[in-house]
């Protein structure tokens, strides 16, 4: 019930406009959220690097209303690419489709991702498509394998274990060696689509799991970049220490080395169990999102984890 409430206000301008006048909501919000600027993310970058984590940044924005900012995101991202490249940043780049003008026009989107992608190949920096909800999925797939068919490798996409619909599409994604992300999922899904209970979504990622690194030992999975820019095809992206104890687990019994499988979490959450993978010899890499359209994301991370909730309340209460 909470998780559907926060998911809904994630969405409501009129909770938008109400929340984000609170000084206290941005103090919470700067756990998650690396500042508004790029000179922000390339700050918290160069710490995360630093101690020996990756990091894919997100220029937060989704859902433009209109060409003009949809053409400004896609700016905003080349951008970001030159900033990686300049600073010497062991960085991806993570993005939305929505961003780029998917919900106004598929072939406005797909020209700009393949213009972000001219700049980004040749620099050697990998870019993630990220999932956005079920609406966007086919579409969102769609891209991603007109641009592998263009030639772009540097290029992965997400799959998340919630939606009955993710078995067949990792299946198809990994006869074509796909850099995949797989998450569990983080937006309000219909039980006709989606799995409804956490038992369930959890058992299905560890199936999706399986599948992902059978598919990587079969390929021959390389071992992540020199530079780090570059993510092995694995991506396990949980903070659940279950989930990660499993892929672990089944990643030795088949013998898929450690540098093979790249494990992902968010900014801000569960440092500790980034620093410790890292520790015993794992590649982690740390979504950092930064921008001024913080609000839906931050929504959401509440949603995933009560921890989070809870945090808020206790700011909230502290004033």
């Known amino acids: 019930m909470l998780r559907a409430l926060l998911l809904y206000l994630s969405k409501a ?35 995360l690097n630093a101690q020996g984590l990756l990091v894919t940044l997100d220029h937060l924005g989704e859902f433009t209303t209109n060409p003009d900012e949809a053409r ?5 991202l080349i951008r970001l690419a030159e900033t990686i490249q300049a600073e010497n940043l062991q960085a991806g780049i993570s993005l939305k489709l929505t961003q780029l003008g998917l919900a106004l026009d598929e072939g406005l989107a797909q020209t700009h991702l393949e213009r972000i992608l001219q700049v980004t190949e040749p620099k050697g920096i990998f870019v993630r498509i990220d999932m956005e909800d079920s609406p966007w999925v086919d579409a969102t797939l769609r891209l991603y394998e007109a641009m592998r068919a263009r030639g772009f490798s540097l290029l992965g996409v997400v799959i998340q274990a919630y939606l009955y619909r993710s078995q067949g599409d990792l299946q198809r994604l990994a006869a074509q060696q796909a850099r995949v992300r797989l998450v569990k999922g983080a937006y309000k899904e219909p039980p006709t689509i989606a799995y409804p209970k956490k038992q369930d979504v959890d058992a299905n990622f560890d199936r999706l799991t399986r599948l992902l690194l059978d598919a990587a030992l ?10 780090g820019r570059v993510p092995p095809i694995p991506a396990i992206a949980t903070h659940d220490e279950n989930r990660i104890a499993y892929a672990q687990e089944y990643a030795r019994h088949i013998g898929l080395p450690r540098r093979a499988l790249e494990f992902q979490m968010l900014f801000g959450v569960r440092r500790d169990l980034q620093t410790r993978l890292a520790q015993d010899g794992y ?11 913080w ?3 931050f929504m959401r991370r509440l949603a995933e984890r009560p921890a989070n909730v809870l945090f808020f309340l206790r700011a909230l209460l502290r004033g």
Request: hydrophobic fraction near 40%; glycine fraction near 4%.
């Open 72 to 76: 400004q995101a896609t700016e905003d």
């Open 218 to 227: 079969a390929a021959g999975a390389p071992p992540v970049s020199d530079d």
């Open 295 to 297: 609000y839906p994301y």
């Open 283 to 293: 590649p982690v890499r740390v979504y950092v999102p930064y921008g001024t359209q």
């Open 13 to 47: 301008a009129w909770a938008q406009r109400l929340l984000t006048r609170w000084a206290v909501t941005r103090r919470v919000a700067d756990r998650f959220v690396a500042g508004d600027t790029l000179s922000d993310a390339v700050r918290v970058t160069r710490a």
